[in-house]
């Protein structure tokens, strides 16, 4: 659709354009319908035509994830979720830096064994799914070793909220949240917290992973939905500088996550 409105604000016929790029009509045409895939050439080729150079490499990057772009967690959980986890971990060990912004729950490779397996309990439920919670769990608590190994660098973003919410029963979170407080220290971890009282800037989101300024996945109800043109990626990017200067870090993260803790003792 998007190489139709090019076509159509250069001011072109369908038949003007496969002029220029050199191909019959009826190319265009199946490109236009989708019954026919444009390659990176057909793109590179179209823009040119229409004068759009500076979109190349988006389209490209459209037209090559639009097929594993979003994910239904259904369809990715049909077997059980260790699988996920385990791709997941693949992922990670592949990236360098890390991004991460949530509001409901902290990030995976945060999670302890009690409160992994309380969430995923709550989300096999939901969604009618096979259980493997605890083979799903072994695998998620494995992608913690990228803290400690690896070169990996993790740049975390908390809503409070998530200090807050009860997703698992008091004891499990309670070692939640002072596995925060074990794990804040480490050279590979930056974490700050975003304070209910903060003046917003920028409202709350889903949560959102941005893997080495490449890959955005975004986690919402019913999808997984990865994010790789480059123009929003660098919304991602703003988004995320934006909720960061909202942030507390260091003394003034961990008084939030203490404060969290005391209400649970």
Known sequence: MRLQHLRKDAGL???ELSARCGWHPAKTT???KGDAPPSDADIRAWCSACGADDQ??????TARAVDSMYLEWRRLHKDGMRKVQQDWNTLHEQTRVCRVY???VPPGFFQTPGFATALMEQITRFQGTPNDVAEAVAARIARS???YEGGHRYVVLM???VLRYRTADLDAMR???RHLLAVMPL???SLGIIPFTAQRTVWPLEAFYVHDDTTAVVETLTAEIKVRQPRELADYARAFAGLAEMAVYGHAARALIQAAIDVLE
């Open 13 to 15: 016929t369908g038949k």
């Open 30 to 32: 199946r490109i236009q």
């Open 56 to 61: 190349v490499d988006d389209l490209i990057a």
């Open 102 to 104: 949530v509001s409901n």
């Open 145 to 147: 070793r990228f803290l």
């Open 159 to 161: 809503e409070e909220s």
């Open 175 to 177: 070692g939640q949240l």
């Open 187 to 189: 050279a590979s971890v």
